[in-house]
């Protein structure tokens, strides 16, 4: 028997065992899973990668196809009912108006004796209390305004 008659039955062997493996459409996914997990144990380290690898990019794949179809659901919904996101979930939309720590700093609303000064936000400052201690009018201290 030559060489090529030899690898001629080696390939119809492997053919007829393939043909012999159920079709995977066909079992469950429970035991389909059992069957994976016990053909790991038969794997290289080096297939068990490639493996490993092939599952992240199915796994990732999948998940965006998940995303996707949730999010085709949920607009279908919307438009039906004539809603939108920003109906349901307004805290998602962009905030308008200012944000906490933007504008720059306040400008001062009360002036000590000796040139302090106090925006009249946070804890009053010692030197206005000290002479409010006194029995100073803290109104006293008011930066008055330009009329204009």
């Not at 690898?7 to 079992?27: F, K, N, V, W």
């Not at 179809?69 to 438009?79: F, G, K, V």
């Amino acid at each position: 028997m030559s060489e090529t008659d030899t690898a001629d039955i080696h390939t119809q062997e492997l053919e007829e065992s393939h043909t012999a493996l159920p079709s995977l459409d066909r079992i469950a996914e429970p035991e389909l899973l059992s069957f994976m997990e016990s053909a790991l144990d038969r794997l290289s380290i080096e297939n068990l990668s490639t493996l490993e690898q092939a599952i992240r990019e199915k796994h990732r794949a999948k998940q965006d196809e998940a995303r996707q179809t949730a999010r085709q659901s949920i607009e279908e919904q919307l438009q039906r009912t004539g809603l939108s996101l920003g109906d349901l979930f307004p805290e998602l939309l962009p905030q308008t108006g200012r944000k906490r720590g933007e504008g720059g700093p306040v400008p001062p609303k009360y002036r000590g004796p000796n040139g302090e000064m106090w925006s009249g936000r946070g804890h009053e400052p010692k030197w206005l209390q000290a002479l409010t201690v006194e029995g100073r009018n803290k109104e006293e201290f008011l930066i008055a305004k330009d009329v204009g």
